[in-house]
């Protein structure tokens, strides 16, 4: 066999062993913990038409998608992202319900980014998303709830960073900036460049209350009262004031759920994805240089697929988390419960019986027929390793 086929592409990883483990009890904690929200699972399909994630809904760039055809000629994509397709899911299966819906997944999700950027191009998500409620009141239960998941996962130490996209839109908006200014902006805000943005706000001739409302965006924690008391320099500045405005009202609730030590706001915040609409929001911790949350409200999305709904979500990325809480030194317990059973040819018929009462009372079992050469300190050596429950020798 030639050596090159013992290698995955770049970008991708196996995952055995004890992490495969800990990633699978990870996962299964979080499904848990979403249905205790009344979040029901759902599933979508690896692959989808590529029009699902196309630019004019505001997924992922196209450059940075996995496409194919299928027999047909159809352009096909491997997702990039959950969201758009549960958002077609609910167009599709619940085009007439008002009562608002409750989504939770875990899946894979692929985007082929740049190979200098060291990330993973196939990642592993687990997120809710609450469609058909407009209120502050969903907005405040999502992040309430990626709060409770990064706790559940063993995480003490964490930020979840809000922002408002109409904050930074309104700005750009009242300073009646041409498109490639505010490409100029938003570039420079990606690069945590405030003194390019000081110098391009400068060279606008605004009125005060416009400068300094921009200088709030050079802030990395913004406080509730801070915001509260923008909001009168806002005044004049409808979209700005709005942005304010439903901050400070998700403060007020975020601290009815008692998680405002997690939180801290952002003006400045952007986002890859450009379906969002209004409140959105990233967690981010020790051990990892990207978000281990990402979401944010997306109120026109689903009119993309024909159903008149707003909507809000958020994603943590396991891949991120696994190695923040590795890196933190935080444990993920798990116990392997085998059982294994060494056995002889002469002793095959007893070490069946046994396994098959062991499996009927709830025991997992793994048979393991005598090998020439190993010896019971191998066998014995390699369950420690492995954390075998028990051996039962039919020698």
Not at 108 to 131: D, H, M, V
Not at 157 to 171: A, K, N, R, T
Not at 172 to 197: H, R
Not at 242 to 247: C, S
Request: proline share 2%; glycine share 8%.
């Amino acid at each position: 066999m030639k050596r090159e086929l013992l290698h995955t592409p770049e970008g991708v990883r196996d995952i055995y062993n004890e992490e495969c483990e800990k990633k699978l009890v990870l996962e299964k904690n979080m499904m848990s913990m979403l249905k205790t929200y009344g979040y029901h699972p759902i599933q979508t399909p690896m692959f989808e038409f590529f029009d699902i994630f196309a630019r004019e809904i505001g997924s992922t760039s196209s450059r940075e998608l996995y496409k194919f055809f299928d027999r047909e000629g159809n352009t096909l994509v491997l997702r990039p992202d959950i969201t758009p397709s549960i958002a077609r899911c609910a167009a599709k299966y619940f085009s007439d319900t008002r009562i608002p819906l409750r989504f939770c997944y875990n899946g894979n999700t692929f985007i082929n980014n740049l190979s200098y950027q060291g990330r993973l191009k196939e990642c592993t998500q687990a997120g809710a998303e609450l469609i058909g409620d407009a209120s502050v009141d969903a907005d405040a239960e999502m992040i309430a709830l990626a709060v409770q998941l990064l706790k559940t996962a063993g995480l003490t130490d964490f930020q979840i960073s809000i922002g408002h996209v109409d904050f930074l839109g309104g700005l750009l908006e009242a300073a009646g900036m041409d498109e490639e200014t505010e490409e100029q902006v938003k570039e420079f805000i990606s690069n945590k460049n405030f003194y390019g943005v000081e110098e391009i706000v400068e060279g606008l001739s605004l009125d005060e209350n416009l400068t300094d409302l921009f200088a709030m965006l050079k802030d990395y924690m913004t406080s509730a009262e801070t915001i509260r008391a923008a909001q009168e320099k806002a005044a004049g500045y409808e979209k700005i004031y709005g942005a304010l405005k439903r901050l400070e009202q998700l403060d007020e609730i975020l601290k009815l759920y008692h998680v405002e030590e997690y939180v801290s706001y952002e003006l400045a915040m952007l986002s890859r994805l450009e379906y969002y609409t209004g409140i959105i929001f990233a967690g981010y911790t020790f051990g990892t240089g990207e978000a281990i949350v990402k979401g944010g409200r997306y109120d026109d999305l689903l009119t993309y697929f024909g159903k008149q709904a707003p909507a809000t979500g958020f994603a943590i990325v396991i891949d991120q988390l696994m190695a923040a809480l590795s890196r933190q030194n935080i444990d993920i317990p798990f116990e392997n419960q085998a059982v294994w059973i060494v056995y002889n040819c002469q002793n095959r018929a007893n070490a069946m019986v046994i396994a098959g009462k062991l499996r009927k009372a709830g025991e997992n079992v793994e048979m393991m027929k005598l090998t020439e050469g190993i010896t019971k300190e191998m066998y014995e050596e390699y369950a420690r390793k492995c954390q075998v429950k028990d051996i039962i020798y039919c020698l």
